[in-house]
């Protein structure tokens, strides 16, 4: 925010109102020898009047008048709309505190008294002037953000909307996708089986193209629904112990770790609010991969977990193929792939879904690599739960 400055000095308009003619001439002629222009009324009614039609910056208000006295001018004037924000200065020959109490009561910003000192007046006047202008710079300020608040609060409700329809028509789609490709998975399959060899060398690799189209797309159609489901299929944080978790996730990768002979350790896990199921997930992802991208040697791979600040930071290292350096923000995107298929199988979903796993947590997720060096995937998870 910009800091508070006052305007550059412009000639400013002061209202006297009192009783007294010869009051109304030697103070009127005192301000406007010093750059002020003085407008003058005898009396509350009149000085109503005049607040109305001249919009003063500043009123010099008589207390002791006939009729309409100087504090029920002032309780009038901050009755109305128009004139409500002019700041009020009393001047009166009363000393008493109790007066003094009810010209601030009634709305008086100061008070000076009679007989008046110039250089006093000319002083408060100034101080008055002063934090008016930054009053009402402070107004305008904060207008001005309450409408950069409603703004933003109008395009986040419009992104929420967008990503729960994007998140539900990836959900419906890829759902109704699913038993028309099954059946057409499956038949494939029964044509392949019951016609190997029957037809010609390039009828047979016709057939294992369209079986393994097939199988691919039913894998991307559950991979997208497993993302789409972090939104739509979310369940409540609770404590999760994150040790468990990877037991499961290690289970899940049993063939792929019996195959490879991986060998998959951690040290001490904490218990963290989490949805387990989300978590067990991002476990599975970063330990499949590490163990597809592995290198000549066994796959290694190592878990750790540190408190460092206000989360927890987790590490999945590898001994796999690394990463080059102008791939790391890459590899996080939806379909982002480095390899071919025929390299490493997969979809192109699985870090996508890992990133958007740890931000519904509240975290981030970043990888530590370099080519033929391994990994380290990082990611955190809030010391206290964050409901995403």
């Known amino acids: ?32 020898s010093h750059g002020y222009r003085a407008v003058v009324a005898q009396g509350g009614e009149e000085g109503i009047e005049r607040a109305e039609l001249v919009r003063p910056n500043l009123i010099l208000l008589d207390v002791l008048m006939p009729g309409v006295d100087g504090f029920e001018t002032c309780r009038r004037l901050k009755a109305r709309d128009s004139t409500r924000d002019i700041p009020v200065i009393f001047m009166s020959a009363l000393t008493d505190t109790a007066d003094k109490i009810m010209g601030f009561e009634v709305g008086a910003v100061d008070y000076v008294t009679k007989p008046l000192d110039g250089a006093e007046v000319l002083a408060r006047i100034g101080t008055q002037l002063t934090l008016d202008a930054l009053r009402q710079q402070l107004q305008q300020q904060n207008a001005r953000l309450q409408q950069e608040i409603v703004a933003r609060e109008q395009i986040q409700l419009a992104l929420q909307r967008s990503n729960t329809e994007l998140e539900q028509l990836a959900y419906v789609a890829s759902h109704d996708m699913q038993e028309p490709l099954r059946m057409v998975a499956s038949y494939l399959q029964l044509v392949a089986e ?11 690799e016709f057939i294992g ?5 097939a199988k691919r797309m039913q894998t991307l159609i559950n991979d997208l629904l497993a993302y789409s489901r972090v939104g739509t299929k979310a369940r409540p944080f609770a404590p999760t112990d994150c040790a468990a978790v990877v037991a499961t996730a290690i289970t899940d990768l049993r063939v792929a770790i019996n195959e490879t ?14 949805d387990a199921a989300q978590l067990a997930h991002l476990f599975q992802n970063l330990l499949g991969n590490a163990i597809k991208f592995r290198g000549a040697e066994r796959p290694r791979v190592r878990i750790e977990a540190e408190p460092v600040g206000a989360d927890w930071c987790f590490a999945v290292r590898d001994n796999g193929i690394g990463i080059a350096p102008e791939y790391f923000e890459r590899i996080f995107v939806l379909f982002q792939r480095l390899h071919g298929r025929r390299e490493y199988p997969g979809t192109g979903i699985g870090l996508a879904l890992c990133k958007k796993i740890v931000e519904r947590h509240g975290g981030r997720i970043w990888v530590e690599s370099s080519r033929s060096a391994g990994s380290v995937f990082r990611f955190t998870i809030p010391l206290r739960g964050h409901e995403g």
């Open 209 to 213: 193209f369209a079986v393994d189209g």
């Open 261 to 274: 002979g991986a060998s998959i350790t951690h040290g001490p896990l904490p218990v963290v609010m989490a």
């Open 1 to 32: 925010m910009r800091s508070l400055e006052v305007p550059e000095s412009r000639t400013k308009t002061v209202l006297i109102v009192d009783d007294i003619p010869s009051n109304l001439e030697v103070v009127g002629r005192h301000l406007e």
């Open 194 to 204: 019951r016609y190997r060899g029957k037809l010609d060398a390039d009828a047979d």
